[in-house]
């Protein structure tokens, strides 16, 4: 009975990283400086596709609001942009977190 009990304390201290790691993103590069063309906007915010086929979601601060973002993907839709900030990485894709939006 003991060793088995074991085996499962055990098995979930070996297991238990990978619980907390699936699903979080990962932070991949900091401090980035990706060029990118703006896509279509999603209900989730904005994208953009870089010259090596990579999409990335942008990520904004709370204190852009969706006012900002509609006239930014208004503004720069189909055009390259340079976003500066740390990239992320999960199952679902590539983020990338600026501290503003450029040109604001």
Do not use: C
């Given at each position: 009975?003991?060793?088995?009990?074991?085996?499962?304390?055990?098995?979930?201290?070996?297991?238990?990283?990978?619980?907390?790691?699936?699903?979080?993103?990962?932070?991949?590069?900091?401090?980035?400086?990706?060029?990118?063309v703006?896509?279509?906007?999603?209900?989730?915010?904005?994208?953009?596709t870089?010259?090596?086929?990579a999409?990335?979601?942008?990520?904004?601060?709370?204190?852009?609001?969706?006012?900002?973002?509609?006239?930014?993907?208004?503004?720069?839709?189909?055009?390259?942009?340079?976003?500066?900030?740390?990239?992320?990485?999960?199952?679902?894709?590539?983020?990338?977190?600026?501290?503003?939006?450029?040109?604001?």
């Amino acid at each position: 009975m003991k060793a088995a009990v074991y085996a499962v304390v055990l098995f979930l201290l070996v297991s238990a990283p990978g619980w907390a790691a699936s699903g979080q993103p990962v932070l991949v590069e900091k401090g980035a400086v990706i060029a990118a063309v703006v896509d279509e906007e999603d209900f989730d915010g904005l994208t953009a596709t870089a010259p090596s086929g990579a999409t990335y979601a942008i990520w904004t601060p709370p204190s852009v609001d969706y006012e900002q973002l509609s006239a930014f993907h208004r503004q720069y839709k189909n055009k390259t942009v340079t976003f500066k900030g740390d990239v992320y990485k999960d199952e679902r894709g590539l983020y990338i977190a600026v501290d503003a939006l450029p040109g604001q």
